[in-house]
């Protein structure tokens, strides 16, 4: 059963750009910022398009097996279990690998079939060789800011993809949803996105990450709750991002120029 569509705000023609691609079946690459809203673009377009989403996070790992199936004990028994990336080869569903980066070398070796022409396949274990139905579109993740010799897509692989770059949305549409998320009220809204903007101008500086859309809802979540802003901004903005003290204490002042 397919779920409800989850709200997305599209900030460009990104939505158009996922249609055109799931209908010429070509395997699509989202790059952006850690809680920009790649995923739940990915959630929402499958939805928009009816199609069931198999979605994997990926880890150091995890293993193309992982991704496949094996063979596992049951009742006495030893059975194939098909993985999350079979199953949606199978069923014409999405396959959303969400930071592909952070997987095993062996895991983009098993995608390769799937994002050419040829678009199979290979189980070795089982002898089969799975032609994907034109409903099933493969779509990988990651973000280009944790990119560094260890951790990148050769590009080899990058090459086999079509590719979407994300951000953070404006400010007018980062407000909206903001506030289409948490259900505070928009006037509420705009000196937290006012806030983030300058903290955001720190990642250079201080931050090795920046504040997200994903935090700035947990914020204003905290808010609508009854929490007054400050501590809100402290507990949802300042404590995720960074350990050090002086750092901190640099955030709350900021914090407090905006909340008084």
């Known amino acids: ?20 691609t799931y209908r010429q079946r070509l ?32 880890h150091d790992d995890l293993t ?18 098909d993985g999350p990336l079979t199953r949606a080869v199978r069923e014409g569903g999405i396959c959303y690998l969400d930071e592909v ?22 189980l070795e274990r089982t002898g089969e060789i799975l032609q994907a139905p034109d409903e099933f579109m493969l779509v990988v993740s990651y973000n280009p800011g944790y990119q560094n010799i260890l951790k990148s897509l050769k590009p080899s692989t990058r090459q086999r993809f079509v590719s979407i770059s994300f951000d953070f949305p404006p400010a007018e549409t980062e407000v909206e949803i903001i506030a289409a998320e948490s259900g505070l009220p928009v006037k509420q809204c705009i000196p937290l996105v006012n806030l983030a903007k300058r903290l955001r101008e720190l990642k250079e500086i201080d931050l090795e990450e920046v504040v997200s859309t994903r935090l700035l809802v947990y914020c204003a979540i905290l808010m609508k709750s009854g929490l007054d802003p400050f501590q809100a901004a402290e507990t949802a903005l300042v404590e995720p991002l960074c350990d050090d003290v002086d750092v901190k204490q640099g955030l709350l002042e900021l914090i407090r120029a905006t909340y008084g």
């Open 1 to 20: 059963m397919l779920a409800e569509m989850p709200f997305y705000r599209p900030v460009g023609n990104e939505c158009i750009l996922f249609e055109m």
């Open 27 to 58: 395997p699509l690459l989202i790059k952006g910022p850690t809680g920009c809203g790649k995923t739940r673009f990915i959630s929402h377009m499958a939805a928009r398009l009816g199609r069931s989403l198999h979605t994997v996070s990926c």
């Open 64 to 81: 193309a097996a992982d991704l496949t199936g094996r063979y596992l004990l049951k009742g006495g028994e030893t059975v194939w279990m």
């Open 101 to 122: 980066v952070e997987a095993r070398k062996d895991v983009t070796v098993v995608l390769h079939p799937l994002t050419d022409d040829r678009r199979i396949l290979p």
